[in-house]
């Protein structure tokens, strides 16, 4: 059965779980846990997102992300990839890091951030790591107390429901023997989002869900070959041409960042290989992440995308330039 897809508008809150491949831990030591730090502030910077409560485990991290216009697989699917690329290289292994896909419930935030960011300053206290919450380093809810500047970290929307610092610790306290609330997990609609029904009717009309399902797998080849300036049978064609190798990187890593769409349906239609298009894809990540050219291209092909009213333009040949 397919994977439904992720409700996706501008201003959606998550709560995000990233855990361990096979249950292995994450982060050994300080470096590991400083590096993945570095990694969530520069996200906020490139994608314009906000953090509003974080806590690293050893083997599993918990966020409340609230996203702007990008969606939050591109933000994590660009986290995982470059913090596993650090890994990797540190402790001389391959392969994946992090369970298969994270998991990620959207929120009401008006009735549950609150709840959600106590829940997770409250982790390592139900784990018997610490009997205090302020005595783990690795969340925020030091940051919170002001013990420590993270700048990065959004804390306004939530101090603010407080009077002082000391109401706000009070309403961590009063949680302590709180135990583990499956509805931040599982929510209260198809696993996908924590809210009542008018919440849901609503986040479901702001993602405009219905439109979103009917990106097809021809429309996107349609708008990288037209980036490009190639036709759909070079895309298909054995061409080793870096032009053409682009373009099939492209057009592989929309796919991967597109719940409805499959990698395997990709390959079967451009006739290639389906590793080699995921590995192409993630090449592409990393060159992307340097090159402002190939994210001005990125940024084009996905205008055309949300804009279907671009297909009928000419493509000039040419990078896209915007003011």
């Known amino acids: 059965m397919p994977r439904k897809p992720r409700i996706h508008f501008p201003g959606a809150v998550y709560h995000v779980i990233l855990r361990g491949n096979d249950g292995q831990d994450t982060f ?3 470096a590991d846990r400083s590096r993945f730090f570095f990694l969530l502030q520069g996200g906020t910077e ?30 994590m699917q660009n986290l995982g990839f470059r913090y596993t690329q650090y890994f990797n290289r540190r402790y001389k292994k ?13 929120i009401d935030a008006d009735n ?6 106590r829940y997770i300053h409250l982790n390592p206290t139900r784990a018997g790591m610490v009997t205090r919450p302020e005595s783990y380093p690795w969340s925020s809810h030091r940051a919170y107390l002001g013990r420590e500047k993270l700048p990065w970290l959004t804390t306004d929307w939530i101090l603010g429901q407080f009077a002082n610092a000391e109401r706000y610790q009070s309403f ?34 702001q993602a405009e869900e219905p439109a979103r399902e009917n990106l097809s797998l021809d429309a996107l080849i349609e ?94 040949g040419s990078l896209v330039s915007r003011n």
Do not use: W
Request: charged share 30%.
């Open 112 to 117: 549950y951030l609150l709840e959600l960011m």
């Open 94 to 106: 391959t392969g994946h890091l992090f369970q298969g896909r994270y998991k990620a419930l959207l």
């Open 223 to 316: 708008s990288v070959c037209r980036a490009y300036g190639l036709s759909k049978a070079e895309l298909a064609s054995r061409s080793r041409v870096r032009q053409i190798s682009e373009a099939r990187a492209m057009a592989a890593l929309f796919v991967r960042e597109t719940e409805m769409l499959m990698m395997v349906d990709l390959g079967r239609e451009i006739k290639q290989d389906v590793s080699s298009l995921s590995q192409a894809a993630r090449r592409l990540e990393m060159r992307i992440e340097s090159d402002s050219h190939l994210e001005k291209r990125f940024r084009e092909i996905q205008s055309r995308i949300s804009n279907p009213q671009l297909s009928s333009l000419t493509p000039s």
């Open 28 to 30: 050994f030591d300080e």
């Open 46 to 75: 490139r994608f314009r997102h906000s953090i509003h409560a974080f806590c690293l485990m050893s083997n599993h991290i918990h966020l409340a992300v609230q996203v702007k216009e990008i969606p939050l697989s591109r933000i």
């Open 172 to 205: 961590i306290e009063d949680g302590v023997k709180e135990g583990y609330r499956k509805e931040f997990h599982v929510g209260s609609f198809e696993g996908r989002a924590l809210g009542d029904d008018r919440f849901i009717e609503e986040a479901l009309f």
